[in-house]
């Protein structure tokens, strides 16, 4: 055990809340010391009982994800809950981070189990939590907005399609150098999906999506998108950017 974790553990003990909050990652990551999922849980709900973001997030993460715990979804839904809640601005742990990154991923996750179903299902409570979250920076959230909005998606829990709507989104997103977003707005005005084709558009929304490196793709995407997925995406563009500037030609 290096001196670094023993450190930890000692202030811990002694309660500090800073040493408790790193040394629950160091249980949960397992890299510089026995992974114990029941000891990261116990020194997260210590945090959380502080009204610290990062420890709610934690605990409501490894209940949702199951991670040494029964899947629970109702107690991931409490401790997301009391997470947002939190009148904490700063994470303890971090002179960088601010608390808003743990409340933003706790609206996106309340949002997702909405939809899913996972804990109680209702749509109406999904779209308020990835409204949240994309007001505190979450993108990928922003993105789903405009895909459960978009008229060329199947019909996605009864939400009433509007096309205004899904660019909107789209558009937001894609402040964010978020490729998926450059690649929905490549395809709805190459192909005029349920608005007028506007090559002009396509053409601008094509170059940034093709200017996005995998490096940046990478970073932007906090999904599970896998590298050859992108690159099926953007042969896709480069195949109707062919088609579209010949059309144009004629």
Known sequence: MNKKIKELIKKSSEGDLKSKARLGFEYWSGQKIDQDFNLAMKLWKEVSKFDEPFGSFNVATMYERGDGVKQNYKKAHEFHEHCISSKKKRYLTCKISSAH????D??????????LGNYKKNIKKGIYHYEKAFELGHFHACYLLGFFHDKSVANF?????????AIKYYKLSAK???????AKLCMIYGLGE??????????????KAMSINNKIIQTKLDIDDKQEQINSIRLNLKKLAKTIRKNNEK
Not at 101 to 104: M, S
Not at 109 to 115: A, V
Not at 194 to 207: A, D, H, T
């Open 194 to 207: 349920n608005v007028k084709k506007n090559i002009n558009l396509f053409n601008f929304y094509y170059k």
């Open 157 to 165: 829990h009864g939400i009433k399609k509007n096309m205004n709507k």
């Open 101 to 104: 990154i743990f409340k933003r």
């Open 106 to 115: 706790s609206h996106f996750s309340l949002g997702e189990m909405f939809f």
């Open 176 to 182: 964010f150098n978020y490729f998926p977003s450059f």
